[in-house]
C-alpha cells in the first residue's frame, strides 16, 4: 500500500471510529431533572421536550417524594425511588444532572444531591452554587465580592434593623423589599416610605417569609 493509500485509510477508520464514538454517546447520554413541578411551561417540560425530539432517555424526580433506595459507589450507579414502583437508576458515566429550586427546599433534598455529586455525578448546577443562588444576600454579596454592580442591599431581621439598614443603602425612598428566598416576583414590594416599610416587613415576618 502506498503511504498516500495508507493515510487515506487511516483518515476513512478515524473518521468510522469518530462517528461510532459520537452514536454510543448520543445513546448513552441520560438527562434528569431533580425538583418540585413537572409541569408544562417549566424547565423540566422543555427539557422532556428535547430528549424527545433528540432521543434521549429522560427522567424527572420529585423531590418531595423520592428517596436513594441503593447505590455502588464502586461502579458508580444509585437507584432513586419516587413511588413504589416508580424505581430510577443514574450511573455517573451516562447521568447529566439538573437541579431546579425544589432540590433544595429542604435538608433532606440537599442531603440527596451532596449524595450525588460526591458520588461523582455531573451536576448543573452544583450544591453550592445552588444554596448560594436561592438566598438573594448570600448572591448580593458574592456579586460585590468579585466587582460586580448590584444594587444597594442591606439585611433586615427584625423591626429593630429596619432604620439602620435604610440608612445604610442611601436613605431615601422608593425601595425595593424581597423575601431572602423566592423567585419570580412573589414576595417583592415597592414602598415609598417608613410606615409601609415597616408593615410590609411586618407583614412578610409574620408568614415566615
Not at 92 to 121: C, E, K, S, W, Y
Request: proline share 2%; aromatic share 6%.
Amino acid at each position: 500500500m502506498t503511504s498516500t493509500a495508507w493515510w487515506l485509510k487511516k483518515r476513512n477508520d478515524e473518521a468510522v471510529i469518530s462517528e461510532a464514538k459520537k452514536d454510543k454517546f448520543a445513546t448513552d447520554l441520560h438527562i434528569v431533572v431533580i425538583g418540585k413541578d413537572d409541569g408544562e411551561n417549566t424547565f423540566a417540560s422543555v427539557m422532556r421536550e428535547l430528549c424527545k425530539e433528540k432521543k434521549v432517555p429522560y427522567n424527572f424526580i420529585n423531590t418531595e417524594n423520592a428517596w436513594v433506595a441503593g447505590r455502588d459507589i464502586d461502579i458508580g450507579s444509585i437507584e432513586i425511588k419516587s413511588g413504589k414502583d416508580d424505581s430510577i437508576e443514574l450511573s455517573t458515566h451516562t447521568a447529566v444532572i439538573f437541579p431546579r429550586a425544589g432540590a433544595v427546599a429542604t435538608l433532606a433534598n440537599q442531603a440527596m444531591l451532596a449524595l450525588l455529586q460526591d458520588m461523582g455525578f455531573f451536576l448543573v448546577n452544583d450544591l453550592q452554587s445552588m444554596l448560594l443562588c436561592d438566598n438573594k444576600m448570600s448572591n448580593s454579596l458574592m456579586l460585590q465580592r468579585n466587582n460586580l454592580p448590584i444594587p444597594l442591599t442591606s439585611l433586615i431581621s427584625n423591626t429593630e434593623s429596619i432604620e439602620s439598614a435604610h440608612k445604610s443603602i442611601g436613605g431615601k425612598f422608593p425601595v425595593i423589599i424581597k423575601t431572602l428566598i423566592g423567585a419570580q416576583g412573589v414576595g417583592v414590594s415597592k414602598v415609598n416610605d417608613m410606615a409601609s416599610l415597616t408593615s410590609v416587613a411586618q407583614s412578610l415576618w409574620k408568614f415566615n417569609a
